[in-house]
């Protein structure tokens, strides 16, 4: 059932026992029903920015991808797109507080909804308000919400931008086209192992390819204990706050929810549900 509002009335008339990815806007609502339990992802979702490392405005101009994150505020970004607070949270850590990679490297950088600086750190960047082309995938309502209010943003930082809401098949063949883009928008789901992250792929659109990055992920690559890959993928966190290869607003939390009547599954759901030794 790939209607969201199908499921929820499903479960509402008793049709069904347990619902995936019900909205953000029926939080509240489905939370109050005394009939169901509501439970949140443990597995955060990132909303990203990734940028055009190959061609156009922001190649080899770290400054200016500073610039677009001193610009973002992140808890406006969130509250509007995603909405109830229980939903997200602004974790500028690549990954959540309770894996072993968690990080505040660099994260002083993030949230800093500062639309002064991010214009002083666009003039010595050298930008003169050429056009920053946006990619959006219409299909996704959490990504179109999001870059509404970064559009706003960036505009108010004096930022030239233009967003291009694109099927999926259209946005992945023009980002495959460096020439035609400066940042795409995309979510990518947590990682326990950071190094697959797709940004960490250098074929990957978006490009990032840069000597300090491919060295630290050799160390990560070549680490033989734990205490070694936390230790290389902290300069990793830093690194990706310094050259800006994407820009995470935060972390979001899908929830589901199920009729009272079942019993067993955790307070809170792992990335995905458990229906072993669940009882109705």
């Known amino acids: 059932v790939t209607n969201a509002s199908t499921r ?6 008793g049709d069904y026992d347990y619902i995936r990815i019900a909205t953000g806007d ?11 339990v509501v439970t949140i992802n443990k597995g955060s979702k990132m909303p990203l920015m990734f940028f055009n490392s190959k061609d156009r405005v922001f190649a080899n101009n770290y400054k200016l991808r500073q610039a677009v994150l001193a610009a973002l505020n992140m808890e406006e970004i969130l ?15 690549i990954n959540p507080e309770w894996n072993q990679f968690y990080s505040e490297k660099g994260v002083d950088k993030f949230n800093q909804a500062n639309p002064e600086l991010a214009a002083q750190l666009a003039k010595e960047a050298g930008y003169n308000g050429e056009e920053i082309v946006i990619l959006i995938n219409n299909s996704h309502q959490m990504h179109i919400d999001c870059c509404t209010v970064i559009e706003q943003q960036l505009e108010k930082a004096g930022f030239n931008v233009t967003c291009e809401r694109l099927d999926a098949a259209a946005q992945q063949a023009k980002r495959a086209d460096a020439s035609q883009w400066d940042i795409h928008f995309t979510h990518h789901i947590f990682s326990p192992e950071p190094i697959i992250y797709n940004w960490m792929n250098s074929g990957y659109a978006g490009w990032w390819d840069s000597e300090e990055k491919n060295a630290l992920v050799s160390e990560y690559v070549g680490a033989t204990t734990d205490e070694e890959k936390i230790a290389a993928w902290e300069k990793i966190q830093e690194l990706t706050y310094e050259q800006i290869p994407v820009i995470k607003m935060g972390d979001s939390y899908e929830y589901d929810v199920y009729a009272k009547g079942l019993e067993g ?14 009882t109705r």
């Open 265 to 278: 599954f955790a307070e809170r759901a792992p990335i995905w549900p458990h229906f072993w030794g669940v």
């Open 26 to 36: 029926m939080y509240y609502d489905l939370s109050a029903n005394s009939n169901l």
């Open 8 to 13: 929820i009335n499903g479960l509402l008339a």
């Open 79 to 93: 509250a509007i797109a995603i909405g109830p607070e229980e939903l997200w949270s602004l974790n500028g850590s």
